[in-house]
């Protein structure tokens, strides 16, 4: 079943925000944007986010979560479809408050920020993909 796009669905606008921008998925220090270095020196496809530990993560857009386990490298990981080919990633989470299937809107909790996938302290890592393909989250988000 594919989530429907509403007023808060990721925006179809292409390399600007638009009044629909997305918000941050966690309050915290940026440590690794897109395109930039990682700390474990791979490339990253989304933004690395230091945040306290059990802090809510909450979807950037409504959607459905498509995805929730762990994943190698990724460690416990939710994936929202958002429709219109975007999906949003959060990975490193301490726990996952949604089920595959659950259906979320914009700002609803997902999951908990923590250390899995081998993170040696707390972050989000948060990708953006559309059609399969890494998109700058900073295009879409506000902080």
């Known amino acids: 079943r594919r989530a429907r796009s509403g007023p808060s669905a990721i925006p179809r606008t292409r390399g600007r925000t638009s009044s629909r921008s997305c918000r941050a998925p966690v ?9 930039r270095t990682m700390p474990d020196g791979r490339r990253s496809d989304g933004l690395l986010i ?18 929730a ?7 416990l990981l939710a994936i929202v479809d958002h429709g219109n080919g975007y999906m949003s ?8 408050l949604r089920d595959a299937g659950a259906t979320v809107r914009r700002g609803d909790p997902i999951a908990t920020v923590g250390t899995s996938g081998g993170q040696g302290r707390a972050t989000l890592y948060f990708e953006l993909r559309r059609n399969g393909a890494p998109v700058d989250p900073g295009v879409w988000l506000r902080r």
Do not use: I, K, Q
């Open 27 to 35: 309050s915290g220090a940026l440590l690794a944007g897109y395109g």
């Open 50 to 67: 230091a945040a306290g530990a059990g802090s809510p993560v909450r979807a950037v857009a409504d959607g459905t979560v498509v995805y």
């Open 89 to 96: 990633l959060y990975a490193h989470n301490d726990s996952l």
């Open 69 to 75: 386990e762990w994943m190698t490298g990724y460690g």
